[in-house]
């Protein structure tokens, strides 16, 4: 190695501050979950820019439990990781539901229903992840 060569450390931050970051935005996708609720029982085109940024928090979400795992700081990664690709997946379903009612206006309640069943269930996914990161 040259010594003009500096190597790059990553700092790790304590496990107080990945539980910090990750409550601070855990709260904020319980928000958008509620919105989306919200705007669904409306029609509402912002939808999908909600589902677009809860999908963002989600891949946060991801990272912050991705650096407590190596560090040991939180329980296994592969459940975790599982979990989030169902949340995932679970914004897609909703997401679907939600054009199907637009396309489909003589269902639109069984679809509403169907979103907020999903949202519901999200919301219980959630609180168990939170659970292990505790």
């Not at 409306?42 to 928090?57: A, M, P, S, V, Y």
């Amino acid at each position: 190695m040259s010594d003009n060569v500096i190597p790059i450390v990553r700092q790790a931050h304590s496990r107080a501050v990945l539980r910090k970051y990750y409550f601070e935005i855990n709260n904020q996708i319980t928000h958008r979950i509620r919105r989306i609720q919200d705007v669904a029982q409306h029609d509402d085109c912002r939808f999908l820019g909600i589902c677009d940024d809860l999908r963002d928090e989600l891949s946060e979400l991801t990272e912050i439990c991705k650096d407590g795992t190596q560090q040991g700081f939180f329980l296994s990664k592969e459940e975790t990781m599982e979990s989030f690709r169902i949340l995932t997946m679970m914004v897609s379903h909703m997401e679907l539901m939600f054009l199907y009612s637009r396309k489909n206006s003589a269902s639109t309640t069984h679809y509403r229903k169907e979103i907020n069943a999903t949202a519901n269930e999200f919301l219980h996914r959630q609180a168990r992840i939170a659970a292990i990161i505790v």
